[in-house]
């Protein structure tokens, strides 16, 4: 299983644009990336998934090197409803025991 | 309105009660899940269905107890459980049993045991 690291939290204000690194190291050849987002007392709601180089539709952009080891999710003019929890997923998807929600990253907008 | 709709919102229950969760989505979706999201802790897969069988099971308890009766509908009964078990429960659904598509959760069931 490919680990995945984000950072715990991150805070940024209204209008920006808010980058969301996650390091997967030990990606496999087969592994897709996908990010989701989390409401408080909701389940998460997907937002994006890659392969590698660039994906882009109208919620968020998804930026993956050539190398894979990490993938940056990257949200523009972020509003105070972003503030969520935000989870990096990586696997092959021959099986949902293989997909692992992490621990996330707390974005915390500010007016 | 997210597709997938999830009774109670809200439970409470004593230990030696009986109650079951209720999910139904509206998506036409192949495959159903359920998750365990205790406080302070990652989301945990719990079971899998497909096409209204039961592919995986991550080493649940006994105390929970699942059905699927066609592939709209998914069910977790719940029997003796403990205050350990006090936790938001979702369920999922995706167009196949994998989750390659994403998955569409709903808003979950707030159990707490006393």
């Known amino acids: 299983l490919a680990k995945t690291t984000q950072p715990i939290s991150m805070d940024s204000y209204e209008g920006q644009e808010v980058n969301i690194t996650c390091s997967h190291n030990n990606i496999a050849t087969n592994d897709y990336i996908t990010w989701y987002q989390q409401f408080p007392s909701q389940g998460p709601r997907f937002i994006i998934q890659?392969?590698?180089t660039k994906v882009t539709n109208e919620v968020a952009s998804l930026f993956i090197p050539a190398d894979r080891k990490s993938s940056t999710l990257s949200l523009p003019r972020v509003s105070l409803s972003d503030t969520a929890v935000y989870y990096c997923?990586?696997?092959?998807?021959?099986?949902?025991?293989?997909?692992?929600f992490g621990s996330g990253t707390r974005l915390s907008i500010r007016p | 309105e997210t597709g997938v709709t999830q009774t109670p919102r809200h439970l409470v229950m004593g230990m030696t009660n009986k109650k079951s969760l209720k999910c139904e989505q509206h998506l036409g979706h192949n495959a159903m899940y359920w998750y365990k999201q205790s406080a302070k802790k990652p989301l945990e897969l719990m079971f899998v269905?497909?096409?209204?069988?039961?592919?995986e099971n991550n080493s649940v308890p006994s105390r929970f107890s699942p059905e699927c009766p066609n592939s709209s509908h998914l069910f977790l009964h719940l029997h003796t459980l403990q205050p350990e078990d006090s936790a938001l429960y979702l369920c999922a659904s995706s167009q196949e049993r994998t989750g390659r598509y994403g998955y569409t959760f709903g808003s979950g069931t707030r159990l707490t045991v006393v």
């Open positions: 890659g392969y590698k």
């Open positions: 269905y497909s096409l209204e069988e039961r592919v």
């Open positions: 997923l990586v696997g092959e998807y021959s099986s949902a025991s293989k997909i692992i």
